[in-house]
């Protein structure tokens, strides 16, 4: 058997190439499209991931299942006041990217909300840089929950958006009086027709009716791909 000599200059060489080696592991990487679905793992315990449509996805060994990964959220962390009869942008609720280069976009969120000067009905709009193809569709739902009425009273006004401009959408709340605080749930569809950005507005139903967007409203927007 031939010996191969081990000398300090070889040593170097391998510990520089473990240096390196160790320096990717805390690389961020990138993962391309590559138009093929890998196979589904063999055990039931591992999963593989990879990029679609420059979004991370994975496949489960235990079910087989394909997944996403990736959503943006909003969150409301300090109350807003509505004071003014323009649109005013939702501090944490505007601003998502949204692009056809992706199929469509779920979205899911609560809006809270309370009146400060009277029992005036308000506005919270839907907007965007972009077009929305056809099929895109969201539903509203206003519920109230908190004192002064019946435990389990519920208001709803709901309808679907399938507009193909990025005209913005106005949802109007019932005329809850100052002592209600009240949800909007949105749920639903957006397919986009160009590049852009998607979000919420909200402005006085009239003016010198404040109002407040409350503290803990979110907005998930999650990619279908």
């Keep these: 058997m031939t010996t191969i000599p081990f000398d300090l ?4 060489l ?4 473990l240096r390196g080696s160790l320096d990717r592991l805390f690389e961020a990487h990138t993962k391309s499209d590559g138009g093929v679905i890998p196979n589904t793992p063999a055990a039931a315990t591992d999963l ?21 990964m990736g959503r943006a959220s909003g ?24 692009t056809s280069a992706v199929p469509a976009y779920r979205v899911d969120g ?27 569709r969201l539903v509203f739902n206003w519920q109230e929950y908190s004192s002064g009425q019946t435990q ?7 309808g679907n958006w399938g507009h193909t401009t990025s005209a913005a959408t106005v949802i109007v709340s019932p005329a809850f009086a100052t002592t209600i605080q ?14 852009g950005s998607f979000g919420f507005t909200a402005w006085e139903g009239a003016a010198s009716q404040n109002w407040n967007v409350l503290a803990g409203s979110y907005v998930d927007v999650m990619p279908c791909t």
């Design 9 to 12: 200059e070889q040593a170097r």
């Design 14 to 17: 391998d510990i520089a190439d």
């Design 48 to 68: 593989t991931g990879y990029a679609s449509t420059g979004h991370e996805k994975y496949i489960s060994g235990a079910d087989g299942g394909t997944y996403n």
């Design 75 to 98: 969150f409301v962390t300090s109350n807003q006041l509505i004071n003014s009869t323009s649109a005013a942008a939702i501090t944490g609720l505007a601003g998502f990217a949204i």
């Design 110 to 136: 609560m809006i809270l909300m309370q009146n400060v000067t009277s029992g005036q009905a308000q506005n919270v709009g839907i907007f965007g840089g972009v077009g929305w193809s056809s099929g895109s």
């Design 152 to 158: 389990g009273t519920t208001i709803v006004q709901s």
């Design 182 to 195: 009240a949800a909007l749930f949105i749920s639903g569809i957006v397919i986009p027709s160009g590049t």
